[in-house]
């Protein structure tokens, strides 16, 4: 059988980069990222896998700070909507969480959905509608994973209405504003993440989320669950 393995020193570059992988929000540097940089990480998400091969995505880069304002400005109106969704000392730590970098970070990257791409049919796409949405989620992946091992943070700015945030890019009617990110080199990327430092939610344990052949039946596979627990 044919070893298509990568090396250990790959493996181990991937897996690092998948374990670092942040989602950074007040760390973010004024240094500008390079264009070169900026290509590979494009390039990186245009790679993504897409059902039917349709290729989604479309990437919209903004530098001009009147943009990042407007945003800017949804996000605030949208947050303080999300903080009326707590109340006592959990609406009061809501609320000392910084949750975005709209303004701090060099570049803002908006990952959209066209969801006519590839036509009335797509292969694969017959049963299950979303999986534009969901292809282009696997190329906001590959452009963050890439950006961790570029030593670049990425910021997932999710409080802030959609149809207002498409209004505000102009964006075509059938075009989905799926991720609207924020990039640039950081301070420090955190040994853990942001939310569990500040104890908002932890890790769940992988061992606690695994069923065996339907949702009743555990996992009796011994191996792996001494696999798991020694990593």
């Not at 790679?47 to 945003?71: C, E, N, T, Y």
């Not at 950006?147 to 102009?170: C, H, M």
Request: glycine share 6%; net charge negative.
């Amino acid at each position: 059988m044919n070893d298509h393995r990568f090396t250990d020193e790959q493996r181990a570059g991937l897996y690092r980069a998948i374990h670092e992988r942040r989602d950074v929000r007040s760390q973010f540097l004024p240094d500008p990222i390079a264009p070169e940089v900026l290509a590979r990480l494009l390039e990186a998400a245009h790679h993504a896998p897409s059902v039917g091969f349709m290729q989604p995505w479309d990437f919209i880069l903004i530098d001009h700070l009147d943009v990042k304002r407007a945003v800017k400005s949804l996000y605030e109106e949208a947050n303080a909507q999300a903080a009326g969704n707590y109340s006592g000392d959990r609406a009061a730590q809501y609320r000392r969480l910084k949750l975005e970098g709209i303004v701090e970070s060099p570049i803002n990257l908006c990952i959209t959905c066209d969801r006519q791409r590839g036509g009335l049919h797509v292969l694969g796409r017959n049963t299950m509608l979303d999986t534009d949405l969901f292809s282009t989620c696997l190329a906001v992946q590959n452009l963050w994973l890439a950006a961790r091992a570029e030593g670049i943070g990425v910021g997932w700015v999710s409080i802030v209405d959609p149809a207002r945030l498409a209004e505000t890019l102009r964006l075509p009617a059938q075009v989905y504003p799926l991720a609207y990110l924020c990039l640039g080199y950081v301070s420090e990327f955190l040994p853990k993440p942001e939310l569990e430092i500040a104890g908002w939610r932890s890790r769940l344990p992988l061992e606690q989320l695994l069923h065996a052949n339907t949702w009743e039946d555990a996992v009796e596979n011994d191996a792996l669950i001494t696999a798991l627990r020694s990593l």
